[in-house]
């Protein structure tokens, strides 16, 4: 099933295998480009695109290292998207971004600019962590209508209800956060990162995938033992920012998906 064809959420159950989503910072090296390549032949199921920004809410210390590296290299949100649409790939791109930023991109057009702009640069997902369920109606409905998902997080510390309702108005995935505390390389997974996948999944038939703090292969296996799949990005990000190459990044995401693959080999997400 190519990207083409097919949504994110449709993508990634097609997968057959716990999901690998690398998180990556755009424009964080000259070649980002072929870093996003890389991973894809890496094994990446998805690759979530960091925008860089100046005054991130749930980003930790490496994730702003890597942004502030990006915007020191000149890089800018709608020129960095842009790059996006000569880009030769396979599986779905998702950005992240916030509010501010997204209602900024195309500013006559607030919010319908935005996923209008995602679309036509092929990217088939979005997460915005800081647009509350309460005030993404018009976003999501937005979304839908460009093809784009919109992905919503759900945390720890929401109360059943609210899970139920963000895991129905989510697209493409849900998102669950391991743990109430901002990204970054952490010793251990969170206490919290496997009840709170069990919780979302019975909750939905989309794929659920967990991400903060997912920082070796361990992790990730272990992650995936109750959820649908991972994102990995300040480990990832990590090497970048102190200068590792490219080729170095891809071969730690192969690590990653040989990890998981040899681990659940056959999965359908979801179930």
Not at 219 to 243: F, I, K, P, W, Y
């Amino acid at each position: 099933m190519s990207v083409a064809t097919a949504g994110l959420e449709q993508h990634l159950r097609a997968a057959g295998r716990p999901l690998l989503v690398p998180y990556l910072m755009a424009g964080v090296v000259p070649d980002w480009l072929d870093l996003v390549r890389g991973v894809v032949d890496a094994g990446a199921d998805a690759v979530e695109i960091g925008l860089p920004f100046s005054d991130p809410m749930l980003d930790g210390p490496t994730v702003q290292r890597a942004a502030a590296v990006a915007l020191d290299r000149g890089a800018r949100p709608r020129p960095l998207l842009d790059e996006l649409a000569g880009l030769d790939h396979d599986v779905p791109l998702v950005v992240m971004t916030y509010a501010n930023v997204a209602e900024t991109l195309v500013p006559s057009r607030g919010v319908a600019g935005f996923v209008d702009h995602l679309a036509a640069v092929g990217v088939r997902g979005a997460i915005v962590p800081d647009l509350p369920l309460e005030e993404s109606a018009e976003y999501r409905a937005r979304a839908a209508d460009a093809g784009v998902a919109a992905v919503l997080m759900a945390a720890p510390s929401c109360d059943d209800d609210r899970c139920r309702r963000i895991a129905s108005a989510s697209a493409g995935f849900v998102y669950s956060m391991s743990s109430m505390r901002t990204t970054g390389e952490h010793d251990d997974l969170a206490a919290t990162a496997g009840a709170h996948s069990r919780r979302l999944r019975a909750m939905t038939d989309l794929p659920v995938v967990t991400g903060f703090g997912v920082s070796t292969t361990e992790h990730a296996v272990r992650a995936c033992a109750d959820a649908d799949g991972v994102v990995v990005g300040s480990a990832l990000l990590r090497m970048l920012v102190d200068g590792a190459p490219v080729a170095d990044v891809v071969d730690a995401v192969a690590a990653f998906r040989r990890a998981l693959s040899s681990a659940r080999p056959e999965v359908a997400p979801g179930v």
